[in-house]
């Protein structure tokens, strides 16, 4: 996973964080990876299997939450062994750290979630690589904050991952200027092209999406130099059990790497 640390090579990609919003079984789990593995084995994308083991944070106390936590994560473990490559999942409390950490790669913090002490420095503590999405309510300098905690507590490597900034009350918008702030603080700056595109707190209680800008928000994050790219998808998104809304229709994501791919040539031959 050398891929991940530090500023980015002038010889690399930028590297991938994609699959299902959550695990919602291992036959759609492997089915995903396959399709997604091959298209980044062809185009020399470093991949991250992306799922989440369970849904803490939900509008309504009627929505799907997961198929139970060691089901969940004996499937990401499954994805890791057979295609050999890292897996990514959230931990939504301190006591999650040391048993997620058993079965994956990188243990993302979730935005909300990102100034608390304890699930950042129990995170650290397992050694495992931790994603650190940045609050929608927090500016990117306020980042290094939650750099400092996990490195003053170990060795483990540190991402962080742009997901938007709150604009009123049911949408987000992107600020790019993320990119080099958070890229000078020695960690790679990584943007959510999904999520970012939330519409939150809709008055029927499932959040909103706008994915057909799924495409502009990650050339802009490449073209400003974002390490790495995290995308949720999804072969058929409307049947999705957690956040369809906003989630790439797995068929688009091929076509949009390929663009991607070029623009990041393109950024790297400018910037030296």
């Given at each position: 996973?050398?891929?991940?640390?530090?500023?980015?090579?002038?010889?690399?990609?930028?590297?991938?964080?994609?699959?299902?919003?959550?695990?919602?079984?291992?036959?759609?789990?492997?089915?995903?990876?396959?399709?997604?593995?091959?298209?980044?084995?062809?185009?020399?994308?470093?991949?991250?299997?992306?799922?989440?083991?369970?849904?803490?944070?939900?509008?309504?106390?009627?929505?799907?939450?997961?198929?139970?936590?060691?089901?969940?994560?004996?499937?990401?473990?499954?994805?890791?062994?057979?295609?050999?490559?890292?897996?990514?999942?959230?931990?939504?409390?301190?006591?999650?750290?040391?048993?997620?950490?058993?079965?994956?790669?990188?243990?993302?913090?979730?935005?909300?979630l990102c100034r608390q002490t304890d699930?950042?420095?129990?995170?650290?503590?397992?050694?495992?690589?931790?994603?650190?999405?940045?609050?929608?309510?927090?500016?990117?300098?306020?980042?290094?904050?939650?750099?400092?905690?996990?490195?003053?507590?170990?060795?483990?490597?540190?991402?962080?991952?742009?997901?938007?900034?709150?604009?009123?009350?049911?949408?987000?918008?992107?600020?790019?200027?993320?990119?080099?702030?958070?890229?000078?603080?020695?960690?790679?700056?990584?943007?959510?092209?999904?999520?970012?595109?939330?519409?939150?707190?809709?008055?029927?209680?499932?959040?909103?999406?706008?994915?057909?800008?799924?495409?502009?928000?990650?050339r802009a994050a490449i073209a400003v130099?974002?390490?790495?790219?995290?995308?949720?998808?999804?072969?058929?998104?409307?049947?999705?059990?957690?956040?369809?809304?906003?989630?790439?229709?797995?068929?688009?994501?091929?076509?949009?790497?390929?663009?991607?791919?070029?623009?990041?040539?393109?950024?790297?031959?400018?910037?030296?």
């Amino acid at each position: 996973m050398d891929f991940l640390a530090g500023q980015p090579n002038p010889q690399h990609n930028f590297f991938l964080m994609a699959g299902p919003c959550a695990i919602e079984g291992e036959e759609i789990a492997l089915s995903i990876a396959t399709r997604i593995s091959a298209i980044c084995n062809r185009l020399g994308i470093p991949y991250i299997f992306k799922g989440s083991y369970r849904k803490a944070n939900r509008t309504r106390l009627d929505s799907f939450t997961g198929i139970g936590d060691e089901k969940a994560l004996a499937i990401l473990k499954k994805v890791r062994d057979h295609f050999g490559v890292p897996v990514v999942t959230d931990i939504h409390a301190a006591n999650e750290a040391a048993m997620a950490a058993e079965y994956v790669d990188v243990l993302q913090i979730p935005a909300f979630l990102c100034r608390q002490t304890d699930i950042l420095v129990a995170a650290a503590q397992t050694g495992k690589v931790v994603n650190v999405k940045k609050g929608q309510f927090l500016s990117p300098e306020a980042m290094q904050f939650a750099v400092d905690k996990i490195q003053q507590t170990s060795s483990s490597q540190v991402i962080l991952t742009d997901r938007g900034t709150t604009f009123g009350y049911q949408d987000l918008v992107v600020d790019y200027r993320s990119f080099p702030t958070m890229k000078a603080m020695g960690v790679p700056a990584v943007m959510d092209c999904t999520h970012s595109l939330q519409q939150p707190n809709q008055s029927s209680g499932v959040t909103g999406g706008n994915p057909a800008m799924i495409e502009t928000i990650a050339r802009a994050a490449i073209a400003v130099g974002a390490d790495g790219l995290f995308i949720e998808t999804h072969p058929d998104p409307k049947h999705a059990k957690s956040d369809g809304a906003n989630m790439l229709h797995l068929d688009l994501l091929e076509p949009l790497l390929e663009k991607l791919v070029v623009l990041r040539r393109a950024y790297l031959e400018t910037s030296q």
